[in-house]
């Protein structure tokens, strides 16, 4: 394709994430783009990361004065023939860059969760919030939902239809094919089953993600210790994450007398989330709300049988319950009890399911996240000559 028809992409992310660098080296590759990725931090509290990140693909880490990288500022005003794709409108330099593509009727968008309106705030910010979410995203030329509950909510908020494109989260579908990829790997999934009793067999439970209040891994212990006196199977229960609810959650597993059959692995890096991957039989999601976890795409890319909460925002999007994986509505623990039971006490069921889920990760590889960005990104910029 001739030169001048390639198109340049400057995408304003918050921070590097192995599932994000796997969608941005993609869109690096593909032929016709150059792309450009500003993070706007290097990690966060939730994300102690020490694998090497934002690596394979142009990016920088914004330096801020005042609040703005004003170098970016400069090239938001500047180039009229890019795209800014900014996922963020919370802080002072993504919202700089933001009036300053308007301000200049250049290409923008933007790429967002499904919005948080039910969380309490101020009344004076909640006010300010509202007044100018409800000014800024009708004049993006198009904004970007993470999944269908995203761009459903943003049509609540007043994103005209036409404006508004599904661009879900998208996980490695490649790597749960090849695992395990050597002797260390498959000793570390062993370890993993013999932390809770399911050495030789069994079924393990895998919570992830931030251990805070909105991810309701207390709820999954509480369904998983009425599971235990009723079932002759062994079952176990691996928690992979960092926050400050786990210390609140280890004392509630001792008090429920399931702190034998549940260990709390901390911070796992990709390899190690890889062999918690390996070593459970089900992946669950107990969240009192979450806009679109990863986790839930995760255990589906792995073939597991995957239980979500009805809130969760990827389990709306993909999961058809009984068929690719289940769903119980949030913050009904004899509900889950019952459904972690049932599928224990089944376990010739666990593979089909676990199929399934796999056919279901399958309809989604990275590549369909490029062909929407760069497709869109196309649009915009033939409506701007």
Same mark, same amino acid.
């Given at each position: 394709m001739p030169d001048e028809e390639r198109i340049r992409i400057h995408l304003f992310h918050k921070l590097p994430t192995p599932y994000n660098d796997m969608l941005f080296r993609a869109l690096h590759s593909y032929q016709d783009v150059d792309l450009l990725v500003h993070h706007l931090w290097r990690s966060r509290w939730n994300r102690p990361w020490t694998v090497e990140l934002a690596t394979g693909y142009p990016n920088h880490y914004l330096k801020m004065r005042l609040g703005v990288d004003w170098s970016l500022l400069k090239q938001a005003l500047v180039e009229r023939d890019s795209f800014f794709l900014v996922g963020d409108w919370g802080h002072a330099a993504s919202i700089a860059v933001l009036l300053a593509r308007i301000l200049r009727r250049a290409p923008v968008s933007i790429w967002a969760d499904t919005p948080q309106e039910g969380?309490?705030?101020?009344?004076?910010?909640?006010? /300010?919030?509202?007044?100018?979410?409800?000014?800024?995203? @009708? $004049?993006?030329?198009?904004?970007?939902?993470?999944?269908?509950?995203?761009?459903? =909510? /943003?049509?609540?908020?007043?994103?005209?239809?036409?404006?508004?494109?599904?661009?879900?989260?998208?996980?490695?579908?490649?790597?749960?094919?090849?695992?395990?990829?050597?002797?260390?790997?498959?000793?570390?999934?062993?370890?993993? $089953?013999?932390?809770?009793?399911?050495?030789? !067999? !069994?079924?393990?439970?895998?919570?992830?993600?931030?251990?805070?209040?909105?991810?309701?891994?207390?709820?999954?212990?509480? =369904?998983? *210790? *009425?599971?235990?006196?009723?079932?002759?199977?062994?079952?176990?229960?691996?928690?992979?994450?960092?926050?400050?609810?786990?210390?609140?959650?280890?004392?509630?597993?001792?008090?429920? !007398?399931?702190?034998?059959? &549940?260990?709390?692995?901390?911070?796992?890096?990709?390899?190690?989330?890889?062999?918690?991957?390996?070593?459970?039989?089900?992946? /669950?999601?107990?969240?009192?709300?979450? @806009?679109? @976890?990863?986790?839930? /795409?995760?255990?589906?890319?792995?073939?597991?049988?995957?239980? !979500?909460? #009805?809130?969760?925002?990827?389990?709306?999007?993909?999961?058809? #319950?009984?068929?690719?994986?289940?769903?119980?509505?949030?913050?009904? &623990?004899?509900?889950? =009890?019952?459904?972690?039971k049932a599928i224990a006490s089944q376990p010739e069921g666990i593979r089909e399911i676990g199929l399934e889920a796999r056919r279901t990760a399958e309809k989604w590889p990275v590549e369909r996240g490029v062909e929407t960005i760069v497709r869109t990104a196309r649009q915009v910029l033939n409506w701007h000559r």
């Amino acid at each position: 394709m001739p030169d001048e028809e390639r198109i340049r992409i400057h995408l304003f992310h918050k921070l590097p994430t192995p599932y994000n660098d796997m969608l941005f080296r993609a869109l690096h590759s593909y032929q016709d783009v150059d792309l450009l990725v500003h993070h706007l931090w290097r990690s966060r509290w939730n994300r102690p990361w020490t694998v090497e990140l934002a690596t394979g693909y142009p990016n920088h880490y914004l330096k801020m004065r005042l609040g703005v990288d004003w170098s970016l500022l400069k090239q938001a005003l500047v180039e009229r023939d890019s795209f800014f794709l900014v996922g963020d409108w919370g802080h002072a330099a993504s919202i700089a860059v933001l009036l300053a593509r308007i301000l200049r009727r250049a290409p923008v968008s933007i790429w967002a969760d499904t919005p948080q309106e039910g969380l309490r705030r101020p009344w004076l910010k909640k006010v /300010l919030r509202r007044s100018f979410l409800s000014w800024l995203l @009708p $004049r993006m030329d198009v904004v970007f939902g993470t999944g269908q509950p995203a761009v459903d =909510a /943003l049509v609540a908020m007043g994103v005209p239809q036409e404006r508004l494109v599904s661009l879900p989260c998208f996980v490695d579908l490649e790597g749960p094919l090849n695992w395990p990829p050597d002797d260390t790997a498959r000793e570390k999934r062993q370890a993993f $089953r013999e932390l809770v009793g399911c050495r030789d !067999g !069994g079924v393990v439970f895998l919570m992830a993600g931030t251990c805070i209040y909105k991810k309701g891994q207390d709820i999954g212990i509480r =369904a998983f *210790a *009425a599971c235990q006196s009723t079932l002759g199977v062994s079952l176990g229960m691996i928690i992979a994450g960092v926050g400050p609810e786990r210390r609140k959650l280890e004392e509630l597993a001792q008090t429920l !007398g399931v702190s034998d059959r &549940v260990a709390f692995l901390g911070w796992l890096d990709p390899e190690e989330m890889e062999a918690a991957y390996g070593a459970c039989d089900v992946v /669950l999601h107990s969240a009192r709300w979450d @806009p679109f @976890p990863l986790v839930i /795409l995760e255990g589906m890319s792995w073939g597991k049988v995957v239980i !979500g909460s #009805h809130v969760c925002g990827s389990v709306q999007d993909r999961i058809v #319950h009984g068929v690719n994986g289940f769903v119980f509505t949030s913050e009904d &623990v004899d509900a889950l =009890a019952t459904l972690m039971k049932a599928i224990a006490s089944q376990p010739e069921g666990i593979r089909e399911i676990g199929l399934e889920a796999r056919r279901t990760a399958e309809k989604w590889p990275v590549e369909r996240g490029v062909e929407t960005i760069v497709r869109t990104a196309r649009q915009v910029l033939n409506w701007h000559r």
